[in-house]
């Protein structure tokens, strides 16, 4: 992995090349000044610079000088809105590896730095230890997602996520507070959907000992958890009218009381709320209040479907394959041309969330080490022995996977492996039933409560690190 620098002061467009350089696997550093990144040049050293030439202050072409006096080796890559053949040559003179005009490319940018890389001597490289699932995509429906937050995240205004369900809304707040002032305070996240209505409010609130039945201590909820932070409230449209009252007045106030309580916290929190739900529509019929709508919806980030952004298909097929290859423990795959090009026209309604489990699948009942065309709508066949193929093979897959952990010492398997049995069959009938929890409960077997219930701990296990293949992981 190469450590890349980006000097701009622009911070949305940092961040969209930072997301598109994070994507193939480089650690970035960002500067908003020519003289942040000169003093670090003066300590160390990347493996590639990407600047601006219009910076306050000291421009580009001067600190291209001076880390081509510093580090004679370093590529540079420098970006301007301002082209002109005087501007260009002037880079190239001093030694710029490639000159970007913007708007650019994304893909081109990736392209030229790829190439700046392999141009360069070896040079020491760093690693990007945040480790978090990020937002994918190199289409421009993505770019201007990753424009959008890239604006917004410095703010502290509240932030509407809206998009289909498996769009990764949830991935879009939390690089909302990635890169924002309160990056180092929590980031507390609430599926709405996933708590009983008679829960919820405690579940946002706290408790005090004594509230209700069972209310044995204090419980602090999402709001002071996330004191200082960022709290994500997801599917925002399922939540009662009567909560949605107690949270408009926190919203407009910034206080609150625990349930049962007489005291009076202040709350310092930036609320992000997704839905995949149309809220206006909602408040035509009278089922979410117009008022609170106006609270969240100060700035609105909309999530394209996949079918929306068909091109990004391949490149996040050969990304979740990667990495359902290392979660198994197995040896990667890969897909055929054929298989990539279907790929890219079927249909995905459960969208990115659907095309990350197919991969999943196919990384363990897929035949051979090439994932090819056929593979891809494999049918349960039954075999002589009364077993479907692909069952064999997931339970091929599965016993690798316990006698790789057992050799290696870990302990705690059947909890990790409940916990991804169950997260596979709830995701997938979700995906199936367009995210209906009463038809995906009764496909399962289950009820629906049973379902709602089993989903909530299923998040807390994954939130706790149980499930990750290595306890101490997370």
């Known amino acids: 992995m190469s450590d890349i620098w980006i000097v701009d002061d622009d911070r949305a467009v940092r961040f969209v090349l930072a997301t598109a350089l994070r994507d193939t696997g480089h650690a970035i550093t960002e500067f908003d000044s020519a003289e942040a990144a000169q003093r670090a040049l003066q300590r160390e050293s990347p493996s590639l610079l990407l600047t601006d030439v219009r910076l306050p202050q000291a421009d580009g072409l001067h600190l291209l000088s001076a880390a081509k006096a510093l580090h004679p080796q370093l590529p540079v890559i420098v970006m301007s809105a301002w082209t002109d053949v005087g501007s260009t040559a002037a880079a190239f003179r001093a030694g710029a590896f490639d000159y970007l005009p913007k708007p650019f490319d994304l893909q081109q940018a990736v392209l030229s730095a790829q190439r700046a890389l392999e141009s360069a001597p070896a040079a020491a490289t760093a690693t ?3 480790g978090e699932p990020a937002l994918l995509g190199h289409s421009a429906p993505m770019r201007e997602v990753f424009r959008l937050i890239g604006r917004v995240a410095a703010s502290d205004l509240n932030v509407l996520i809206t998009g289909e369900t498996g769009t990764g809304k949830e991935l879009a707040a939390r690089a909302l507070h990635r890169e924002s002032a309160r990056s180092a305070r929590p980031f507390v996240a609430l599926n709405t959907a996933a708590i009983p209505a008679e829960l919820l409010e405690s579940e946002l609130f706290g408790h005090e000992a004594g509230a209700f039945t069972g209310a044995q201590r204090r419980t602090l909820g999402r709001f002071e958890q996330a004191q200082g932070g960022t709290l994500f409230l997801d599917e925002i449209g399922d939540m009662p ?3 949605q009252t107690r949270l408009l007045r926190v919203l407009a106030g910034g206080e609150f009381y625990r349930v049962g309580g007489r005291e009076l916290i202040r709350s310092d929190v930036r609320v992000i709320a997704a839905t995949h739900q149309d809220l206006g529509a909602k408040v035509t019929r009278g089922e979410f209040r117009a008022d609170l709508l106006h609270r969240l ?5 909309h999530l394209p479907a996949l079918r929306e952004r068909r091109e ?3 490149f996040l097929a050969k990304h979740f394959l990667e990495g359902a290859a290392r979660e198994f423990g197995l040896p990667p795959k890969q897909f055929t041309q054929g298989a990539l090009q279907a790929l890219a026209r079927k249909e995905f309604p459960g969208n990115v969330r659907q095309l990350e489990n197919l991969c999943r699948r196919l990384t363990v009942v897929a035949p051979g080490a090439q994932i090819r065309r056929e593979d ?3 049918r349960n066949t039954v075999g002589a022995s009364g077993v479907h193929p692909e069952s064999e093979r997931w339970e091929a897959a599965l016993r690798e996977w316990a006698r790789r952990q057992l050799s290696e010492g870990r302990t ?3 909890a990790q492996a409940r916990e991804r049995f169950e997260r596979a069959l709830f995701d997938a009938a979700l995906e199936t039933h367009g995210g209906h ?3 995906a409960a009764a496909a399962l077997g289950l009820g629906r409560n049973t379902l709602t ?5 299923s998040r807390k296990a994954r939130e706790s690190g149980i499930g990750n293949g290595n306890p101490e992981e997370h």
Request: net charge positive; glycine share 8%.
């Open 312 to 314: 990004d298909i391949p």
């Open 437 to 439: 929890r009463q038809k």
């Open 241 to 243: 009218l009567a909560l």
């Open 376 to 378: 891809l709508d494999m």
């Open 128 to 130: 990007d230890s945040r």
């Open 412 to 414: 705690g398997l059947h």
């Open 297 to 301: 919806d100060v700035v609105r980030i």
């Open 453 to 457: 219930r089993k989903l909530g701990s």
